[in-house]
């Protein structure tokens, strides 16, 4: 402290430097179990239990097991005394790797055992230190998981076969062996975490009376899309068809598209689909209605079929194809908006064709008409009928003058006119005169 820049009224600064290092001399340095007691317990309230901080760890709690590897290192370990630490580490590494096979599994198989008594006595002080919370150990009683199950039993072997490998590549390398077994093999470890849920009900009863917790509650049933899907196809439940036409051709062609990214494989589907020919793409409706239609009469048979318990827990049939009868329903309209059309277009064409007949029939009518006209202002020549002495045909005459002279006038507009016949009216004039 910088004692030149403190200023207190009516006292120098040797006077107030003085005063307070009496003051502090008599301040008490050290603190009481009880208080020590006290902060500590504050501090789990508020912070939690932290296994992994030095001055954190509970002193009733057990140690965790050593690995094969590590047990191999300490037995062996002490044969080496005057080694530094890097060549000692270098030694029971290549010693570990050329073990046989036998030998590593014995240390494999007390490590086992070693974790067993770990996980027992860890269990039993966190039921005496409720208080206490430690990562990756808890009290409460775990939801069966399918995949957890199949983990928990290969995990052992997998140790024990590759002790070189971290407990994390292990858990890793069991989740890859899950995801990659067959329906049949995953069906089996989704029936054991069935049952074993009824076993962790009652665990949550015998945890909650010994805890009186009243955050805690049971958690559901869950299984992931793919482990429902199995399940379901083993009940004789249904699988969802797509919910449109262009995922149902996505579906169809995956297998064109399986070595694409994402983004690859949505414009790849778009476009071998925008470039279909009118005539698949309907192939490819009609197929997919087939589909959603045999889908809503499966899942009508399987929820008549359920047990009374169990189908209260499934959804009803109009609940649950709900979307897919809007999708019949819309097909439908499409198609009889396809045959109204249709049929205007078949009847508008049928009008047509009736009245060009129609048309045909008056222009025959209106040339007949004309023909049979033109025939009557023209007389004809008729035969009589024969006489009855001679029996020799004659001609009927009646109209043969009027014929002649019709035929007279017709020759004389059409004979050319001469010059020297036309005459003006005053040269007609002066030969009247001359005469």
Not at 239 to 268: C, D, M, R, W
Not at 340 to 364: D, I
Request: overall charge positive.
């Amino acid at each position: 402290m910088n004692w030149e820049n403190v200023a207190v009224s009516n006292r120098s600064v040797d006077e107030c430097r003085t005063i307070f290092q009496h003051l502090i001399s008599k301040v008490r340095k050290y603190r009481t179990m009880s208080e020590i007691l006290t902060d500590v317990m504050t501090d789990i309230k508020q912070d939690g239990f932290k296994p992994n901080s030095k001055d954190a760890v509970h002193a009733d709690m057990p140690k965790k097991p050593m690995t094969a590897y590590l047990l191999f290192a300490k037995r062996r370990g002490k044969k080496l005394h005057g080694k530094t630490l890097a060549e000692r580490s270098m030694i029971l590494s290549q010693e570990w790797k050329a073990l046989s096979d036998e030998k590593k599994e014995a240390y494999q198989q007390k490590h086992l055992r070693k974790k067993q008594e770990y996980e027992d006595a860890m269990k039993a002080f966190l039921i005496n230190h409720p208080e206490v919370h430690v990562q990756g150990h808890s009290v409460k009683p775990q939801l069966p998981v399918p995949s957890k199950l199949f983990q928990d039993s290969k995990l052992p072997k997998i140790l024990s076969k590759h002790p070189e490998m971290s407990h994390a590549d292990a858990v890793k390398k069991c989740q890859n062996k899950y995801n990659t077994l067959s329906d049949k093999r995953k069906l089996r470890w989704i029936n054991k975490a069935k049952t074993a849920y009824k076993d962790y009900l009652s665990e949550c009863e015998e945890y909650l009376k010994r805890t009186s917790s009243g955050n805690f509650k049971p958690s559901e049933f869950h299984l992931t899309k793919e482990e429902q899907r199995i399940l379901d196809a083993s009940l004789g439940k249904p699988s969802l068809p797509p919910k449109n036409v262009f995922l149902y051709f996505s579906q169809l062609n995956k297998e064109h598209t399986a070595q694409l990214s994402i983004g690859e494989k949505s414009k790849t589907m778009s476009k071998l689909y925008k470039d279909l020919p009118e005539k698949d793409l309907k192939e490819l409706e009609e197929s997919y209605k087939q589909l959603v239609q045999s889908f809503v009469e499966q899942y009508s048979t399987y929820y008549t079929n359920l047990p009374d318990d169990e189908r209260i827990k499934q959804e009803t049939p109009e609940d649950y194809c709900k979307v897919y009868h809007k999708i019949l329903k819309s097909k439908e309209k499409s198609n009889e908006a396809a045959e109204s059309s249709k049929r205007k277009r078949k009847q508008s064409s049928s009008e047509k064709v009736v009245s060009k007949k129609a048309k045909a029939e008056e222009e025959t009518k209106s040339d007949e008409s004309s023909s049979e006209s033109s025939a009557e202002s023209c007389p004809k020549l008729m035969l009589s009928p024969s006489s009855s002495s001679g029996g020799s045909s004659k001609l009927d005459v009646s109209n043969n003058s009027r014929h002649t002279e019709i035929t007279k006038h017709s020759t004389i507009l059409k004979s050319p006119v001469s010059n020297s016949t036309l005459t003006s009216p005053t040269s007609a004039k002066k030969k009247e005169k001359s005469k």
